[in-house]
């Protein structure tokens, strides 16, 4: 895997760095040389262990600290495993999206996600296990597993290569560390299959607790979301883009924003979580009205989305984007002008409730004709943001047995419906400027009461819905607990103990239905729900 990067690691292993800045420095430095895309320390890792192994190398202690970025990944209480579909046609034709033989469409076969996908033939069976492997190589526990599919419009492809993808991301879940014939018992009787492992996964070692999967909001319907809830997904990726209809027509996204309207109040209404991904610097946008963009999104109820991605518009050569732009026709964000703007949003817009979960893509700078080339934005503005998102006041490794945490609520309208944030954290929600001196945000939940218009499955009518509970800090293995992290010292049961007061309290409702990751539905068992219809379910 990552073959190319042998000389880099015998370069990296040869030089005195004392620090991770250094290291950063010294990376950029030697792929700048050698000519390569930068890689992720995680990639680095791996690839280094497996030179030790074959001799090729010897151990630099100074070289491991840096690399071992021991806190980034699995500080957010689960351990992120990214997967890639194979290369299918989109139905979409995007101006700014690159179309690269045998990639997936919109990835680009020199991003680090994409290299290792390709280095296991997009086999989603050892694109985990590696992952899960080269994780645990970098010293995290791997139990609580986040699986994210990436690949496109995962709603475009054949159900049974959806269904056959899904089965083995959960047989390797379940069989890590040991690995099957990755051909095995994956022909026939797929659907069922997919149940058999969905059912060992409720108590294997590795369970997933999350799924995600990315999609247009073209492709949602009531019927796409029954599969995807069969599938065990418990979050959705929308490809959103732009709110606004000119710019959606001038970049040739094939649909209007009604259409983002109607599948953000459906994934709502069966409870998925939502995180967008919005790109400014489109063609035919500009920085107010971008600025205005994001304001819309969290004054108007129609969006409201959980979480961001944010990915600044690059021209790439493969896209029919450069040919606009060679032309005169098309102006890019600079770094500095992307800066400033993303700080603003942070500063001025973005409520406490959501989280940016990301500020720009993995698109290598050698990729980037023009456009925000920045890879480490978060660091550049991290002194002057007071940005109250959750990633930005998640306790990470910061918790302490003396920290005081208290209870509190936002509540505001979201596609019809209503919406109640729960959260643990330090400091009061709604002051930005005090959560800029760092409120610490130790759990949260969302619930949902949706409105009588809701088509919903008849599992989630007349019910509360809680679309998410999470608990942050280093993760801790399933049942266990200590003194640096808030993981299992019962915050999340308390968030839903009080999700349900709030039920049947305040909307006399009796019934409360929770979208659970397959692997924590053994946990609301305990807390006396029922499985039923994929969703676990509790008369209160
Ligand atoms: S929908 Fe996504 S993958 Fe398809 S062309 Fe548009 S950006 Fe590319
Ligand atoms: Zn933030």
């Known amino acids: 895997m990552l073959k190319s990067y042998?000389?880099?690691?015998?370069?990296?292993?040869?030089?005195?760095?004392?620090?991770?800045?250094?290291?950063?420095?010294?990376?950029?430095?030697?792929?700048?040389?050698?000519?390569?895309?930068?890689?992720?320390?995680?990639d680095i890792r791996e690839l280094y262990e497996k030179m030790i192994t074959q001799k090729k190398i010897k151990?630099?202690?100074?070289?491991?600290?840096?690399?071992?970025?021991?806190?980034?990944?699995?500080?957010?209480?689960?351990?992120?495993?990214a997967v890639l579909t194979k290369s299918y046609p989109c139905p979409g034709k995007c101006i700014y999206c690159p179309d690269e033989v045998e990639m997936p469409k919109s990835y680009l076969s020199n991003e680090p996600a994409v290299m290792r996908a390709i280095s296991a033939k997009f086999n989603p069976y050892l694109q985990v296990q590696r992952r899960i492997h080269a994780l645990e190589l970098n010293g995290h526990k791997t139990d609580k597993i986040?699986?994210?599919?990436?690949?496109?419009?995962?709603?475009?492809?054949?159900?049974?290569?959806?269904?056959?993808?899904?089965?083995?991301?959960?047989?390797?879940?379940?069989?890590?560390?040991?690995?099957?014939?990755?051909?095995?018992?994956?022909?026939?009787?797929?659907?069922?299959?997919?149940?058999?492992?969905?059912?060992?996964?409720?108590?294997?070692?590795?369970?997933?607790?999350?799924?995600?999967?990315?999609?247009?909001?073209?492709?949602?319907?009531?019927?796409?979301?029954?599969?995807?809830?069969?599938?065990?997904?418990?979050?959705?990726?929308?490809?959103?883009?732009?709110?606004?209809?000119?710019?959606?027509?001038?970049?040739?996204?094939?649909?209007?924003?009604?259409?983002?309207?109607?599948?953000?109040?459906?994934?709502?209404d069966f409870g998925f979580k939502i995180n967008y991904h919005i790109m400014p610097g489109l063609l035919g946008s500009s920085i107010k009205k971008d600025f205005q963009m994001f304001e819309k999104l969290f004054s108007d109820h129609n969006f409201q989305p959980d979480m961001l991605k944010i990915y600044p518009t690059v021209v790439i050569r493969q896209s029919p984007l450069y040919k606009i732009w060679k032309a005169?026709?098309?102006?890019?964000?600079?770094?500095?002008?992307?800066?400033?703007?993303?700080?603003?949003?942070?500063?001025?817009?973005?409520?406490?409730?959501?989280?940016?979960?990301?500020?720009?893509?993995?698109?290598?700078?050698?990729?980037?004709?023009a456009g925000p080339k920045v890879s480490n934005l978060r660091q550049l503005i991290a002194k002057n943001s007071t940005c109250p998102c959750i990633r930005c006041r998640e306790v990470r490794s910061d918790y302490s047995l003396k920290e005081k945490i208290i209870l509190h609520r936002i509540d505001y309208p979201s596609s019809d419906g209503q919406e109640i944030f729960l959260e643990y954290?330090?400091?009061?929600?709604?002051?930005?400027?005090?959560?800029?001196v760092r409120s610490k945000l130790f759990?949260?939940?969302?619930?949902?009461?949706?409105?009588?218009?809701?088509?919903?499955?008849?599992?989630?009518?007349?019910?509360?819905?809680?679309?998410?509970?999470?608990?942050?800090?280093?993760?801790?293995?399933?049942?266990?607990?200590?003194?640096?992290?808030?993981?299992?010292i019962g915050l999340g049961k308390k968030l839903i103990l009080e999700a349900e007061k709030i039920t049947k309290k305040e909307f006399g409702l009796d019934r409360i239905v929770v979208i659970s990751g397959v692997g924590v539905r053994g946990y609301y068992r305990k807390l006396g729900y029922k499985l039923k219809d994929s969703y676990m379910v509790k008369k209160i």
């Open 146 to 268: 986040e699986i994210i599919v990436m690949g496109g419009t995962f709603s475009y492809l054949p159900k049974s290569y959806q269904n056959k993808f899904v089965l083995e991301c959960f047989r390797a879940c379940n069989d890590y560390p040991k690995s099957r014939n990755k051909n095995q018992e994956t022909r026939n009787n797929i659907e069922i299959k997919l149940k058999t492992e969905q059912k060992k996964n409720e108590t294997a070692k590795h369970r997933i607790i999350g799924l995600t999967l990315e999609t247009r909001p073209d492709y949602i319907d009531a019927e796409e979301l029954i599969n995807f809830r069969n599938l065990g997904c418990t979050r959705v990726e929308l490809g959103v883009q732009s709110i606004f209809d000119d710019v959606l027509e001038k970049n040739k996204r094939g649909h209007n924003v009604q259409r983002t309207i109607e599948a953000t109040k459906l994934l709502k």
């Open 443 to 488: 759990a949260l939940l969302r619930l949902r009461i949706n409105n009588e218009k809701s088509i919903a499955p008849n599992v989630l009518k007349n019910s509360a819905i809680i679309r998410e509970v999470h608990t942050y800090g280093k993760m801790n293995q399933i049942n266990q607990k200590d003194n640096i992290s808030p993981q299992h």
């Open 328 to 369: 005169g026709k098309y102006k890019a964000l600079t770094d500095k002008s992307f800066e400033k703007f993303i700080l603003r949003v942070k500063n001025e817009i973005i409520p406490p409730y959501i989280r940016i979960s990301r500020l720009v893509r993995d698109v290598p700078e050698s990729s980037i004709i």
């Open 6 to 42: 042998d000389n880099f690691i015998k370069l990296a292993t040869q030089t005195k760095i004392s620090n991770p800045e250094l290291f950063l420095k010294r990376k950029k430095e030697i792929c700048k040389n050698l000519g390569l895309p930068l890689p992720t320390n995680a």
């Open 59 to 81: 151990r630099n202690p100074d070289l491991e600290n840096c690399l071992f970025s021991k806190k980034i990944r699995t500080d957010s209480g689960v351990a992120v495993v």
């Open 425 to 436: 954290s330090t400091l009061p929600l709604l002051d930005k400027e005090r959560a800029g």
